[in-house]
């Protein structure tokens, strides 16, 4: 597997393009367009809200009751959630004004939506967006990231990742883009990710490729805890690789998941990092649990930590915070047993040992938690599993954001 | 029932005391005593955290074990947990320091911490603390008062209730003192809680009164979402009123969980208002729904979420954060029926009705959510249950009190 530059473009026969339709945002691209020049299998992942987003509902028809999709219309500033029968009747307008544009049958159109809920789309602007997106698509390595930039809503940085690995002589690219900063709780979260790859491969096989990486990537982020009306994955393949088709669980399968997990988990990463307000991702580790279930839960109750948040916000080894988080977290251990460590770029340090502090250096503590990604190493001391959960600082900054979003 | 002025010394017999021991914080009273004149039964709840405090773990011998009690120690500063052996050889050290002193066997001496985790406590100051307060104990409502200021940390104010009502022409009393404003998802929640009360009831009624309320009062309430190592609520009943014991769920028994309710819905209320950071109380009534533990996952869904505590701090209406977090709380329900209000002291506003926003004034709505106590109404249309939870906005102070709290 060889990682590259590049996104949503990066595997054959994909395009994007954006454009500025003025939906919210001032002076900024805000709509995107993928299409794939074959008809592609797809696979999805939506969020668990029982509010569910419009754009969810009508993507979830599409993934379960379609063959193929063939192009993604994506827009930021309003969610459309919360936006009863009218809505619903935009997601439909908008994959109509995609067929009328582009001859891609609107049941084969995807749409996702990111921003305010409960306020209506303006459908003419929408429209007007992917007539003006049409003529601009293109497989270049820039179009994806205009597109990756234009999905942004309170995001800093735009999110792309793209690898590409072999298969029976064949390369296989797949590639990525996704945005988040708020109400990141993936179970799926708005959290949007969209990953296409040239991989000729089966709709059963995609989907459950999907289905089990998320759980260990996207859905082991959190920035707030609050789990979106929005959020949405989509994976498509259009088979321009030529490989011969993955229909079972075999090496090529694995391959794929290789580098599948490899693009989401970069997604992902760059999620938590770039969480609302944050100035540091912060990495839980956990090792030697008793149960993989186990060990995922403690890490996401480490991460989802307000009081621990906010002490890595202070570059200040509370570590007791720490401690109070994997206990209320559900799990049984004996926390006598257990030992924590503090690494980072600069290294690691010992913490807690035999249920108590160890003598470390608080200098030497404050170090590595003044880095740009702060990694917290919990080992339970039980048994094999392993779990990483990525989550960010919480700061004056995701207070200000968050208390004055709508104006 | 009559609402009365005082706390922790408002039922008969029992005293309180507070003093300066220096154990963490400078120029103020750290450390609180309470004792009845007799032995009193006890009942207590406990942080459900896996990572359990010393105090928690000598209170629990006592509560299960124990017929009477008759004393509490109370420090503010350090938490004594994750100490180790060390740490629960303190709590037997302070129990037989109040031996000494005044007399009372050290198993009937309940202990309880509140403060940073990890430090062991300096016992020479808890010593000489128990042997300045002993002389100083007095019943008077100002010596309750003391007790209460001293066992503060982050608060900003102390908490107190008390209240009285007649069993068969006695009047009896309860009254109770707590503390906690971060570190506050009790279930049991450091939030620490002490209710006295002079009522003849059984021990086994007393914990099971107490054990159902705490489920409705300050299980309802959080900060932070981060249940502490040290939540404790002890309730002293040591029989002075002289009203027939009460031995059975009868009339009587009806009117102490009443009693005791208001004492405990007050005390809980207060600590959600005086969250750390908090500018304002903020409650979630949750009506009409399908059962009485739906009605609480949803209440609390949405007074945990941050995004929702940072638009009451905005005082912006962003109501769809509140669908959100419904959405996430794991009932199922029909966004499509269900509705929403705001109300505060100067009215009630409809926000959602339908699956859509109402037609409502932007205006009227920060009006309301500019207030000192603000509440979402939120109607299921589902059944007849109902439930209250109480949380607090996430302000700039929160993050600042929490990014450098241990120096």
């Not at 997106?133 to 940085?157: F, H, Q, R, V, Y």
Request: some cysteine; charged content about 25%; aromatic content about 6%.
């Amino acid at each position: 597997m060889e990682v590259i530059t590049g996104g949503v473009t990066a595997a054959k026969g994909f395009l994007a393009a954006a454009t500025e339709a003025g939906i919210k945002y001032k002076d900024r691209k805000d709509m995107a367009l993928i299409v794939s020049q074959v008809p592609a299998v797809c696979a999805g992942t939506f969020t668990s809200n029982v509010v569910k987003a419009a754009p969810v509902k009508w993507d979830q028809r599409v993934v379960s009751e379609e063959a193929c999709a063939q192009a993604i219309v994506i827009n930021a500033g309003i969610a459309n959630a919360c936006t009863g029968a009218e809505g619903m009747g935009y997601c439909k307008q908008t994959a109509e004004s995609v067929e009328r544009v582009l001859e891609i049958p609107a049941n084969q159109v995807l749409v996702a939506s990111t921003g305010v809920i409960g306020m209506q789309l303006p459908m003419e602007k929408l429209d007007l967006g992917i007539e003006a997106m049409a003529p601009n698509l293109s497989d270049s390595i820039e179009n994806g990231t205009e597109a990756a930039c234009a999905i942004m809503t309170t995001d800093t940085k735009y999110k792309e990742a793209a690898v590409t690995f072999e298969v029976d002589g064949k390369t296989v690219t797949v590639g990525g883009m996704c945005k988040g900063s708020g109400m990141i709780h993936p179970n799926m979260c708005t959290m949007l990710s969209f990953v296409t790859t040239d991989l000729v491969i089966s709709k059963e096989m995609l989907q459950e490729a999907l289905c089990e990486n998320v759980k260990d990537t996207y859905n082991m982020i959190s920035v707030d805890g609050d789990t979106s009306t929005n959020d949405t994955v989509l994976l498509l393949a259009n088979g321009m690789a030529g490989n011969p088709k993955i229909t079972k669980k075999d090496e090529n399968y694995k391959k794929f998941i290789e580098a599948l997990n490899y693009v989401n988990t970069t997604l992902a990463k760059k999620m938590a990092g770039d969480g609302e307000g944050a100035t540091a991702l912060f990495e839980t580790k956990v090792i030697h649990a008793d149960t993989k279930e186990h060990a995922k839960r403690l890490a996401k109750s480490v991460i989802c930590s307000s009081l621990t948040k906010a002490a890595i916000f202070g570059h200040d080894a509370n570590w007791g915070r720490i401690l109070c988080a994997l206990g209320y977290s559900g799990v049984m251990f004996d926390p006598e047993k257990m030992e924590l460590f503090f690494q980072g770029k600069s290294g690691q340090i010992q913490i807690y040992k035999d249920g108590i502090a160890v003598d470390y250096s608080e200098e030497e503590a404050t170090k590595i938690l003044s880095e740009e990604e702060v990694t917290v190493l919990v080992d339970m001391k039980m048994g094999e599993a392993e779990a990483t959960a990525w989550g960010c600082d919480l700061t004056y900054d995701y207070v200000k954001i968050n208390a004055d979003y709508r104006s």
